[in-house]
Every structure is written in C-alpha cells, then in structure tokens.
C-alpha cells in the first residue's frame, strides 16, 4: 500500500499568517492527490483535487501544488473559520486510497 | 441538494454483526462509485471499501477484508457495508462519500466530493 506522510502534525498559527502543510507519498502517485478539512465533530470538506484543482465553492486562498511525492497545501491568509484538521488522501491507486494522518491547526 | 445519509450504526457485541446504510439524493447514484470511510474516536480518516458504479469493480481495506461486505442498490439509490466478526478496533464513526472523476494523466483523478454526516459504531461487551 501507498503510505502517506504528512508534516507538521499540529501547527498554531494566527490570522493572517501564510501556512504551508507537507504531504509525502512512499511512492510516486503523479498527481493523484486530494486535500480534505475536517473541523470537530463534521464530516470531511474536499478543498484540492488533482493536487492542485480547486474545489468549486473553496476560497482562493486554499492552493496546492506538487506532484510526484512531495505536496503541499498553502492557505495565503489564515482566517478564524480555517482553523481545522486537514488530511491528505492518494487516489493513485484506486484499489486501496490512503489519507495522511491528519495536520490539526490551532490558533496560536 | 446533493446528500447523503447514513444510518444504521449503534452498539453492538464484539463477534457481532451490523448492516449500514447510506441514503443518496440529488444525484444520479448510479453514476458514480462509492466508499466508506471510518474514523476512530480521535484519530485520522481511514478509507474502508470501494464499490464501482455497477458493482463491478469492489475493493476493501486489509483490515476489514473478509469480514465487511460493500454492496449498492442503484434502484434504491442505497450502499451499504455489513459488517461481520465486529472488533473493538472497529468502533468509528463510519461515512459514506461519492467518488467524482475528472480525465487526467494516463488515469482519472478520483476524489469524494460529497460526504455523509456519518453514523456512529461502537463495539463493547
């Protein structure tokens, strides 16, 4: 199975603030992978398709980028409602998809 | 609207069994593939199984192989998961979520775009 890393675990940080979480396949997967938000108690939200289509109705200062093993999620100006837990998840391989462990971001 | 609804979740014995429902609405169901997802009280998101448009193609999760069936009724507009042999290590809130697809590369780009409230298990003697 395709192992996906992400870093930090957990980050604070305050409005305003540019913040970038890594997310590092075991193997490469192209550009096949999608960035989630989940916030306490809600369901998962797909912000990122494609490592870096936007989802219709996400804000502009969600992006993401990269491809191959290494991938990021940027939010350009943290806002209060982005305080979240974002998950990575490969969709290379269809037979068995991965999340990441999951980036908790607190306010600081 | 696009929803979906989860249902069927509960308390239940370890060895014990359990079916899982999940409602689709505001969309042609038959379309698309399907999944579930688990998460365990506070831990990360964990894919479960797959399941094609037509149930042609199904796929699972080594930890739950051979004890959860996915299966989908296109003229109900319903999947389901029933879960056998239940675990402690099976208590999560289980979701379900459709699988869109954009052409790209030498494959599609799959993602879940929409997802359930989820509904909770809990396996406890």
């Known amino acids: 199975d395709i192992q996906m890393t992400q870093s930090p675990s957990s980050l604070s940080a305050s409005v305003g603030d540019r913040v970038t979480i890594t997310c590092r396949a075991s193997?490469?997967?192209?550009?096949?992978l999608n960035w989630y938000q989940q916030k306490p108690g809600k369901a998962p939200k797909l912000l990122i398709y494609?490592?870096?289509s936007l989802q219709s109705g996400v804000p502009s200062r969600f992006s993401g980028s990269g491809s191959g093993t290494d991938f990021t999620l940027t939010i350009s100006s943290l806002q209060p409602e982005d305080f979240a837990t974002y998950y990575c998840?490969?969709?290379?391989?269809?037979?068995?998809?991965?999340f990441g462990q999951g980036t908790k971001l607190e306010i600081k | 609207e696009v929803q979906l609804v989860e249902s069927g979740g509960g308390l239940v014995k370890p060895g014990g069994s359990l079916r899982l429902s999940c409602a689709a609405s505001?969309?042609?169901?038959?379309?698309?593939?399907m999944n579930w997802v688990r998460q365990a009280p506070g831990k990360g998101l964990e894919w479960v199984s797959s399941?094609?448009?037509?149930?042609?193609?199904?796929y699972y999760a080594d930890s739950v192989k051979g004890r959860f069936t996915i299966s989908r009724d296109n003229a109900k507009n319903s999947l389901y998961l029933q879960m056998n042999s239940l675990r402690a290590e099976d208590t999560a809130v289980y979701y379900c979520?459709?699988?869109?697809?954009?052409?790209?590369?030498?494959?599609?780009?799959?993602?879940?775009?929409?997802w359930g409230k989820g509904t909770t298990v809990t396996v406890s003697s």
């Open positions: 979520a459709r699988d869109s697809l954009r052409p790209g590369g030498a494959y599609y780009y799959y993602y879940m775009d929409v």
């Open positions: 193997q490469s997967i192209s550009s096949y």
């Open positions: 998840q490969q969709s290379y391989s269809t037979l068995s998809y991965t």
């Open positions: 399941i094609s448009s037509s149930s042609s193609y199904i």
């Open positions: 505001g969309f042609t169901f038959s379309s698309y593939s």
């Open positions: 494609a490592a870096s």
